[in-house]
């Protein structure tokens, strides 16, 4: 997956094809999706949902017909060796531990 950068670069290079304004990086930036989340976390990646706390391994990513991404996360084992049962968060909700 190319980088924030050669995404900018690519994007400067179609402007000047195009003979239109370039943006600077930082108002370019603005303009990009907001799924950082998503691009950050991949299968066997550690997460938490931020809104309700719970945490475990990504192990499946689900890309919905609507756009969203979708990740379940698998607890880890308890004490008394008891896999608890794994949930699906919204990506936008996970953040990587």
Not at 24 to 37: A, T
Not at 41 to 50: M, N
Request: net charge negative; with cysteine; hydrophobic share 40%.
């Amino acid at each position: 997956m190319p980088s924030l950068a050669e995404k900018y670069l690519a994007a400067v290079a179609a402007c000047e094809v195009l003979n239109i304004s370039t943006p600077s990086f930082e108002e370019w930036e603005k303009l990009q999706p907001q799924e950082q989340v998503t691009e950050c976390l991949c299968l066997g990646s550690s997460a938490v949902d931020t809104i309700t706390g719970f945490d475990g391994i990504v192990v499946s990513i689900a890309e919905n017909i609507d756009g969203t991404t979708d990740m379940l996360l698998q607890p880890e084992v308890c004490k008394e060796n008891i896999l608890p049962d794994p949930h699906w968060f919204d990506s936008k909700r996970l953040e990587g531990l």
